[in-house]
């Protein structure tokens, strides 16, 4: 089955990077385009951007463009989304969700989530 | 940028039907999709394509578009239904995603 597991909770200074790592299995994982979605505590869901695991071809939504690179290991099936720069107002829940339907498709899994949490 | 308007809650007793909508100026040439968001989980896909609705889910929930505008109904209320929900579409060219603000069902 298809399962999406990514690390664990971070907490960081403003200023700082954090990354976080998405694991696939159960399907073929160059075949789906991976995206990345943030929640802030009690707001919406907000898209960071996507990855091609098989060619690395990345768009980033335009608010984190300059902050955000997603990278994909093919041999480890694992994507990555590092954001530096951080300020309290990247404190979030980050998931990692497959697409169907080619680049702006939709998500049928998601990861457990990665709660980040920056704080001096 | 592109966005998707959403009420932000919708009351319903039991067994009656809520409506969401959701607005948007490229919802005429970009499907919709609704996921639904329990507190501390992951979303989870109710509708996609406008109206398809993947294997598991009840036939409560249904999905329909009228021009700019696409609405998630779900029939007979549960307790069980109370949750967030979030449309999805992309843009123009289909290469950025967007979702809406989110509605907060709340069963009475």
């Known amino acids: 089955q298809v399962q999406l597991v990514q690390s664990g909770a971070e907490v960081r200074k403003p200023g700082a990077s954090v990354k976080v790592s998405c694991k696939a299995s159960g399907y073929t994982f160059t075949s789906n385009y991976m995206h990345w979605v943030r929640q802030a505590p009690g707001q919406g869901l907000e898209w960071m951007g996507m990855i091609n695991p098989s060619g690395s071809s990345t768009t980033y939504a335009q608010k984190l463009q300059g902050r955000v690179t997603m990278t994909s290991d093919t041999s480890t099936d694992t994507v990555y989304m590092e954001l530096s720069s951080l300020s309290s107002e990247d404190t979030a829940v980050y998931y990692c969700a497959r697409a169907l339907d080619g680049q702006g498709g939709y998500f049928d899994y998601w990861g457990q989530g990665t709660l980040v949490t920056v704080s001096s | 940028s592109y966005e998707l308007t959403q009420p932000p809650s919708v009351s319903v007793s039991p067994g009656q039907t809520a409506r969401i909508t959701c607005s948007g100026d490229?919802?005429?040439?970009?499907?919709a999709y609704w996921y639904q968001q329990k507190p501390g989980q992951a979303p989870m896909l109710v509708i996609y394509k406008d109206t398809e609705r993947p294997s598991g889910i009840p036939d409560r929930f249904s999905g329909s578009s009228s021009g700019t505008t696409v609405t998630l109904t779900i029939s007979g209320v549960q307790a069980e239904d109370e949750a967030d929900y979030f449309c999805?579409?992309?843009?123009?060219?289909?290469?950025?995603?967007?979702f809406g603000g989110g509605t907060k069902v709340t069963v009475l």
């Open positions: 999805q579409s992309a843009d123009s060219i289909h290469t950025h995603v967007v």
């Open positions: 490229e919802l005429p040439k970009q499907y």
